[in-house]
């Protein structure tokens, strides 16, 4: 059964830097494509990062586009989102999402994943 558990949310301030990290189990990590997305009180979720299989094709949001980074390391099971210059508009809780993927896609619909982590806070003060 595959788990994904997020880490590394916090309290911040404007202008900070964090990173998250989620840990896969239960799967073969190289063959599935990964995604981070967020959701802020009364909000519906977002997309934010999504990585392929290999790691050589990234996407992002418009909102996080130069801000955040997506990377993976496939023999530690994990995938990473770097999120610098935070805003307060970035506070959400952010979840890891993986699926399994037969190529080198990338997905940034969250109908396309399957598995999805518990969440991790991130909350970005003013």
């Known amino acids: 059964q595959v788990a994904l558990v997020e880490s590394g949310g916090g309290l911040v301030q404007a202008g900070d830097s964090l990173r998250l990290s989620c840990a896969a189990s239960g799967l073969t990590f190289s063959t599935y494509a990964m995604g981070w997305f967020r959701q802020a009180p009364g909000k519906e979720r977002e997309f934010v990062a999504a990585i392929n299989r290999g790691g050589g094709r990234t996407y992002y949001a418009d909102s996080v586009k130069g801000r955040f980074t997506i990377a993976r390391d496939n023999a530690k099971n994990t995938v990473y989102l770097q999120m610098n210059s935070l805003k307060p508009e970035d506070t959400a809780v952010y979840y890891c999402?993986?699926?399994?993927?037969?190529?080198?896609?990338?997905?940034?619909?969250?109908?396309?994943?399957?598995?999805w982590g518990q969440g991790t806070q991130v909350t970005v003060s003013s």
């Open positions: 999402a993986a699926r399994r993927s037969y190529n080198s896609g990338i997905y940034y619909s969250q109908y396309e994943y399957d598995s």
